[in-house]
């Protein structure tokens, strides 16, 4: 009865799924100027970013969220207002962020359409008088069905992170065991359960689960060995229907954005082929646009410039090296694989020092604030070749090096050799290249 309730709500969703939402207010002594638009239930839910007044009251409208989710507004400090969000929603919002205090007594939800359903997270304790027949929200039993799963599935949420790692060495038949004291006896029937959708904690399971397997050697095939998207491929066999769209296009978002090479992205088509059609269409308009990125990343293309300075102050130009073999470290002191490289470089440094064709370089990005402390860690694992400081993060950001460390090599003429380059721990395939582009006029 439940399964075919949730259906009948999510197909007349449909015939008001065109209709815009509108989040309207003002957050009162809030430093920011803008405020994050998240979906809840995955961790890559940025939806937009909302510009604030001067004295913190902002509008914002959208045509593209064409079905009901679980979402945030947040300055990820005091500020995380949460909401239930759906097509026609017109909400207005106040709170003062002063304090955690101030904000709990403060925040308040008014409006049109949705504004009665998202006056719960004023006070959750008063569900019963929030979904009830005075309600005339369309959603709001999508809804209270989700916040009802939310409870049912706690104690199995609560599970899987404690053991997620497996650090016990469980054996897999000793977890199923578990969940079956929960009441869960066919584990993967109930993952694969799209009415359960709705469930903000049911979201996060499934987004940790494919990973929670690969701890427990549950997918053990032999493709699982040579994959560059390991968790993908567990998905796809794990998965179905509407909960592998869900997943998988969790999955597919994050990877196209870390991507760095062609060869990344082609080893993605075979699971979107397995999308149905519509957010197959939307992850091939993503990955088209990233090819459009990477294009420039790629070997042989110029390398983006840099104008940095060095710790003494003295500025240098990537022009500066034409005619040198350029090997580039992007860091950062807070960055542990980072410093674990550090010993690996000094070795790769040692072994060229000779070899006025080689130019190997450290930039620092994403750690402007950190420089004493780099400083330190500079002198104490002698890093004794050219430390350049990215004080803008523009070199780092023109490389779309948002994973660090990130390693680069430019041949002769300043063009591009790889852009995602072996690390310096890796030096059968890392010397190699370098002792290749030295040899070239």
């Given at each position: 009865?439940?399964?075919?309730?949730?259906?009948?709500?999510?197909?007349?969703?449909?015939?008001?799924?065109?209709?815009?939402?509108?989040?309207?207010?003002?957050?009162?002594?809030?430093?920011?100027?803008?405020?994050?638009?998240?979906?809840?239930?995955?961790?890559?839910?940025?939806?937009?970013?909302?510009?604030?007044?001067?004295?913190?009251?902002?509008?914002?409208?959208?045509?593209?969220?064409?079905?009901?989710?679980?979402?945030?507004?947040?300055?990820?400090?005091?500020?995380?207002?949460?909401?239930?969000?759906?097509?026609?929603?017109?909400?207005?919002?106040?709170?003062?962020a002063s304090d955690k205090e101030t904000y709990k007594k403060t925040l308040s939800y008014s409006g049109g359409l949705g504004s009665m359903t998202n006056r719960y997270f004023?006070?959750?304790?008063?569900?019963?008088?929030?979904?009830?027949?005075?309600?005339?929200?369309?959603?709001?039993?999508?809804?209270?069905?989700?916040?009802?799963?939310?409870?049912?599935?706690?104690?199995?949420?609560?599970?899987?992170?404690?053991?997620?790692?497996?650090?016990?060495?469980?054996?897999?038949?000793?977890?199923?065991?578990?969940?079956?004291?929960?009441?869960?006896?066919?584990?993967?029937?109930?993952l694969n359960d799209a009415t359960n959708l709705n469930s903000t904690l049911f979201t996060w399971i499934l987004e940790i689960f494919p990973a929670f397997l690969k701890n427990?050697?549950?997918?053990?095939?032999?493709?699982?060995?040579?994959?560059?998207?390991?968790?993908?491929?567990?998905?796809?066999?794990?998965?179905?229907?509407?909960?592998?769209?869900?997943?998988?296009?969790?999955?597919?978002?994050?990877?196209?954005?870390?991507?760095?090479?062609?060869?990344?992205?082609?080893?993605?088509?075979?699971?979107?082929?397995?999308?149905?059609?519509?957010?197959?269409?939307?992850?091939?308009?993503?990955?088209?646009?990233?090819?459009?990125?990477?294009?420039?990343?790629?070997?042989?293309?110029?390398?983006?410039?840099?104008?940095?300075?060095?710790?003494?102050?003295?500025?240098?130009?990537?022009?500066?090296?034409?005619?040198?073999?350029?090997?580039?470290?992007?860091?950062?002191?807070?960055?542990?694989?980072?410093?674990?490289?550090?010993?690996?470089?000094?070795?790769?440094?040692?072994?060229?020092?000779?070899?006025?064709?080689?130019?190997?370089?450290?930039?620092?990005?994403?750690?402007?604030?950190?420089?004493?402390?780099?400083?330190?860690?500079?002198?104490?694992?002698?890093?004794?070749?050219?430390?350049?400081?990215?004080?803008?993060?523009?070199?780092?950001?023109?490389?779309?090096?948002?994973?660090?460390?990130?390693?680069?090599?430019?041949?002769?003429?300043?063009?591009?050799?790889?852009?995602?380059?072996?690390?310096?721990?890796?030096?059968?395939?890392?010397?190699?290249?370098?002792?290749?582009?030295?040899?070239?006029?």
């Amino acid at each position: 009865m439940k399964k075919t309730l949730i259906f009948l709500l999510l197909t007349s969703f449909a015939q008001i799924a065109q209709a815009q939402i509108k989040i309207s207010g003002r957050i009162a002594n809030i430093k920011e100027k803008h405020v994050e638009l998240l979906y809840q239930g995955n961790k890559d839910g940025l939806v937009d970013s909302i510009p604030l007044q001067e004295d913190g009251s902002f509008t914002y409208e959208n045509k593209n969220i064409k079905t009901p989710h679980r979402m945030s507004i947040t300055n990820r400090k005091v500020v995380q207002i949460q909401l239930f969000m759906a097509p026609g929603y017109d909400l207005s919002i106040t709170v003062d962020a002063s304090d955690k205090e101030t904000y709990k007594k403060t925040l308040s939800y008014s409006g049109g359409l949705g504004s009665m359903t998202n006056r719960y997270f004023s006070n959750t304790s008063k569900i019963d008088s929030i979904f009830n027949d005075a309600n005339k929200d369309p959603y709001k039993e999508y809804f209270y069905d989700g916040l009802k799963k939310d409870k049912k599935f706690s104690a199995f949420y609560t599970l899987l992170e404690k053991n997620y790692a497996n650090s016990a060495k469980l054996e897999w038949r000793e977890m199923e065991d578990k969940f079956e004291q929960l009441g869960y006896v066919k584990i993967f029937d109930v993952l694969n359960d799209a009415t359960n959708l709705n469930s903000t904690l049911f979201t996060w399971i499934l987004e940790i689960f494919p990973a929670f397997l690969k701890n427990y050697y549950v997918v053990t095939d032999e493709k699982l060995l040579n994959q560059t998207y390991p968790n993908l491929h567990i998905t796809s066999i794990t998965f179905s229907g509407a909960v592998y769209d869900h997943v998988a296009t969790i999955l597919l978002k994050r990877s196209i954005e870390n991507a760095i090479l062609f060869e990344d992205i082609q080893e993605l088509y075979t699971y979107i082929q397995k999308l149905s059609v519509e957010p197959q269409q939307e992850i091939l308009n993503l990955l088209n646009s990233r090819k459009g990125e990477l294009e420039r990343l790629q070997a042989n293309q110029p390398s983006p410039t840099f104008a940095l300075k060095d710790l003494n102050g003295k500025t240098h130009h990537l022009s500066d090296f034409k005619g040198k073999v350029v090997y580039i470290d992007i860091w950062a002191s807070w960055c542990g694989p980072c410093l674990d490289e550090n010993p690996f470089l000094k070795k790769i440094n040692n072994q060229f020092k000779d070899n006025k064709d080689l130019a190997i370089i450290s930039i620092a990005s994403f750690d402007a604030k950190y420089r004493d402390r780099r400083i330190k860690i500079i002198e104490k694992d002698q890093m004794d070749w050219l430390q350049l400081e990215d004080t803008d993060d523009s070199f780092a950001k023109a490389y779309q090096a948002f994973a660090i460390p990130r390693y680069i090599i430019l041949d002769k003429k300043g063009n591009i050799v790889n852009s995602d380059a072996p690390r310096p721990s890796n030096p059968e395939k890392l010397i190699p290249i370098l002792t290749r582009e030295l040899q070239k006029k």
